[in-house]
Nanobody, 117 residues
Framework: QVHLVESGGGLVQAGGSLTLSCAAS????????MAWYRQAPGKERELVAT???????NYQDSVKGRFTISGDNAETAVHLRMSSVEPEDAGVYYC???????????WGQGTLVTVSS
């Protein structure tokens, strides 16, 4: 069973930067896409950024120009560079990978990002 392991969450000052990372415990072949979601207290989980296997990226409007998603298909790893962090960026961030023969969806356990103002 493949697991996604996240790291990099923590406390960041508003205006600062933080990088989240996520790696699969084993390579996932036939990747479709990788992504980061987040969930703030009392809110639903929302899509933050996506990275397709072909290298295309897409971002939620609120993070465009501030966040950068990158990944390594061979390692099945995905990163999220967060810059100019705002208090509204706080929450639990989850990595997501879709791939494999049956295009299974995998989720990380979540990593908490706290923003101090």
């Amino acid at each position: 069973q493949v697991h996604l392991v996240e790291s990099g969450g923590g406390l960041v000052q508003a205006g600062g930067s933080l990088t989240l990372s996520c790696a699969a415990s084993a390579r996932i072949f036939s990747l479709h896409s990788m992504a980061w979601y987040r969930q703030a207290p009392g809110k639903e989980r929302e899509l933050v950024a996506t990275l397709t296997a072909a290298g295309s990226t897409n971002y939620q409007d609120s993070v465009k120009g501030r966040f950068t998603i990158s990944g390594d298909n061979a390692e099945t790893a995905v990163h999220l560079r967060m810059s100019s962090v705002e208090p509204e960026d706080a929450g639990v961030y989850y990595c997501y990978v879709r791939g494999g023969i049956i295009q299974k969806e995998y989720w990380g356990q979540g990593t908490l990002v706290t923003v101090s103002s």
